[in-house]
């Protein structure tokens, strides 16, 4: 078990660049046991503990004073068991290296969110999650899992095993315990047939029911200060496979979304009256394909743009009132909005805090380039979300705390009373949850 500095002058800082947090002391234990015992040497030093995978959140779910748990040891496949449909992974195993594992295997998640560099703990604890008119986040795929706990044992769960835990700890937050190893419900790889294609901004929204029952997977990015969205459709096929060309994919993926895209953010920060113009060229760039492919390279894609983000989901009854608030008060108000707006669904799950708890939900994701103030926009944005009832991502920016999670999750009261008897004490706190779960 290795015990390192944290980044620069021992600062440790997340993705986005908007939280940085100094830990007393890092750890890399290399097997649960020697992670056990990390967590009994931290309650004997009175220090708290946090486990960070590849620090992809923008809230500071997991900055820590104390111990910080890197878990990049932690990785691999511990069992595949055909006959059930499922593999166990370890907590820090990226997800990217699941995927291609899993390929290389024949067999494939459901559903997976569009990036793909965080650790299988990171990405469930804090309810990641692509879009699905049936299937739900990478959560809601959990079969079981292990953790440790605040005494240094080990639990695990599952919906016959301890399932009062399972029903809250696959979007723990990182406040029941640090998990160790997830077990995934897969299936044999398939194929998906994607259509992607510009859509006007009102013709999706007066279609959007449609939209989404027609499609396994809709989403779109509706581009601010323009009328113009991309439109994502991912469908089953039975084949054959037909994949976007090395060198269409390399121009359309690599050169005009993250090349050419960085540079105009980098044109619009510096000169913000621009955005506009900019936004309408942007929205016009990408023209319209179809190709498929097996799942991960069709519901992932490279993210190499920085940015910090905002997302809330709202009864998927009411996407569309609350896009079109949004639209308006971006289009009244004096913002430059560089970033296109995300939206996505997922239907309901029965997972404690999951964002799609008890109610089929849509997703509005708001960005900001890294660098660029976010604060008047998402405040103005959140105020619409929370308007719907709306429930914010985990691991995005915002601003809700325990008296409003209380208000927006009916199962609360469940988690937190699970939590006062697996960590009485406290051992895995820190600011972040103190807000959003009270003392």
Request: proline fraction near 5%.
């Amino acid at each position: 078990m290795s015990s390192t500095a944290s980044g620069k002058n021992g600062t440790w800082r997340n993705w986005g660049g908007n939280v940085a947090a100094r830990p007393a002391r890092e750890v890399t234990p290399a097997t649960v046991e020697e992670l056990a015992a990390a967590v009994l040497r931290a309650a004997e030093d009175g220090l708290p503990v946090k486990a960070v995978g590849t620090g992809h959140s923008f809230t500071s779910i997991a900055a820590t004073s104390g111990v910080l748990i890197r878990p990049e040891l932690l990785t691999g496949i511990r069992d595949i068991d055909r006959e059930a449909g499922t593999v166990t992974v370890l907590a820090g195993t990226p997800l990217k290296r699941l995927n291609l594992a899993l390929a290389r295997e024949g067999l494939s998640l459901t559903n997976m969110g569009d990036i793909m560099e965080q650790t299988v703990a990171g990405a469930t604890s804090t309810g990641t999650h692509g879009t699905g008119r049936d299937s739900g986040s990478i959560a809601a795929q959990i079969t079981a899992l292990e953790m440790v706990t605040a005494d240094g044992s080990v639990l695990t769960c599952s919906a016959k095993e301890n399932p009062e835990v399972f029903a809250a700890a696959r979007i723990g937050l990182g406040a029941l315990g640090i998990v160790t190893a997830i077990t995934f419900a897969v299936e044999p790889v398939f194929l998906l047939h994607a259509r992607e294609e510009p859509m006007p901004l009102d013709r999706v929204l007066a279609e959007f029911d449609e939209l989404w029952a027609e499609n396994e997977h809709f989403e779109f990015y509706w581009f601010p200060h323009t009328g113009s969205t991309t439109t994502k459709r991912n469908n089953r096929s039975a084949g054959p496979e037909r994949p976007v060309s090395p060198l269409k994919g390399w121009f359309e993926d690599e050169f005009l979304s993250n090349g050419v895209f960085q540079a105009a953010n980098w044109v619009g920060r510096a000169a913000p009256a621009a955005i506009p113009a900019i936004a309408r060229i942007s929205s016009k760039a990408l023209s319209a394909r179809s190709y498929t492919d097996i799942p991960y390279k069709v519901f992932t894609s490279p993210r190499r743009v920085r940015f910090v983000e905002m997302e809330y989901a709202v009864p998927r009854e009411a996407v569309v009132d609350t896009l079109r608030e949004l639209k308006a008060m971006v289009d009244r108000s004096t913002l430059r909005i560089s970033f296109p707006v995300e939206v996505r669904t997922a239907p309901a799950d029965d997972i404690t805090l999951s964002t799609a708890s008890g109610r089929d939900s849509a997703y509005i994701a708001v960005h900001m380039f890294r660098g660029t103030p976010y604060r008047r926009y998402f405040t103005a944005a959140e105020r619409i979300f929370t308007a719907h009832d709306g429930r914010p991502h985990w691991g995005k920016v915002h601003t809700r705390d325990a008296e409003y999670f209380a208000g927006v999750y009916p199962r609360f009261g469940e988690f937190t009373a699970l939590r006062d008897r697996l960590d009485p004490e406290r051992r895995f706190r820190n600011d972040y949850l103190r807000r959003v779960l009270g003392a």
